[in-house]
């Protein structure tokens, strides 16, 4: 991997970590010690909702202000095993709801391209850490996109593994089904890299499988199908349009076959993800009860006081999901809504499988447009219809990867590849051959640099 060395990240979170509230906690560097082994020197910026033992863990909420992990997530013991370094714990929005890293308790991260923007959500913290030099790589978790929309707002390479192929143990839970740990880098081969050591089954995480290959095969482009979906290009924005075209054309150039596809059901996908996200939240959040962990509101007896302190510690967005969730989990609506929406579900991966019977990789926009200024947040509802590009492998399980793809109005552009279950290994080879053959060096700054803009 191509590491940028202790003491230039230091100096990085030195010059930078106060105006971007990139990290929220930083483990001093004498304290830092990696190891012998593949990663040795790699160091990592870690989501606040991953477990690292001694560090805080607030998952971005008041609800676990001053709360320290009493063990290892799987792949920080995985990572510093072979040598990789934690630096520090990275903001987030509460509980990894959010687009923008504006639902953070503790202050908004800022863009490292454009500090009047959002670096996306909601693992913002590890997409700006990692764009400013602050870090080697991070780690994020992707729900419904929250490690490809930061990083395809930040030009840097956000990748989603195939569902169980990282395992989720000491991941906080936000929906379980669709909940993936995330990798952000500069490169598409240091993925590869962390990927070798993190990826595989574990005992501890029962929906965990095999680690497919992560060994670079190359990729030939006239080997390839690639489908596009014609739904997606009939509305695509005039920001990311050229970068698209652009690519397909050069993936054409280099022979590869580029096969239309019709996805019908993709105006549903929001509403799917909304309803399977928010009743597995409702659920999983009934931890913070006020009883266990840290914040509690007294109240006179259990109820009130679990009562008092969800009011009290929980933000707005993390309430209006428990609501939500609770709601379409309640007798008189579940047939209608959450049976409903696993239904879809279910329809939208047999569409998914079979492009996958057509065609080797499919190419969409990430994003629907740039990073949007924080003045300007659309308000909550349009918030959600942010991540129509990449609900769909975390309904899927399918892996995908935002790349950058040039720049509109001075600001990164991302493309999202998405590949059919376990092919991560195709997936990142992809990638790095658009690294190599389309990204234009001259329109996007690898790995930019807060100081240089
Ligand atoms: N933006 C999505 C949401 O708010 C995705 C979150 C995620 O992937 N953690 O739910």
Redesign the pocket.
Known sequence: METLGKKEIYAGIAAHNTALNAYLQVVPETATQGGAGPLSGVCVGVKDNIAVAGLQLTCGSKFLEGYIAPYNATVIDRLTAAGATVVGKCNM?EF????ATTYSAYGDVLNPWDEERTPG??SGGSAAAVAAKMCDVALG??????VR?PASYCGIYGYKPTYGTLSRYGLTA?ASSLDQIGVFARRPDDIRELMQVAAGRDHHDATSIEAPSFGAKGFSPSEMRIGVITEYEKNMSAAVRPAYDRCIEKLKAAGATIVPLSFPEYDTVISVYQVV?TAEASSNLSRFDGIRYTARAEGCGFRETTAQSRGRWFGPEVKRRILLGTWVLSRAYYDSYYLRAAKVRTVILKRWQEFFRQVELVLTPATAGIAFKRAEQPDTFA??L??IFTIPA?LTGMPAIAVPAGTHDRMPVGLQLTADLSKDGLLLDAAAWLEKNFMDFATIERGCRHDTI
Request: hydrophobic content about 25%.
């Open positions: 929005d990894a709801m959010g687009s959500g909601s978790s992707d729900t419904g996109g929250s929309q936000f996200a918030l959600y942010e991540d975390n």
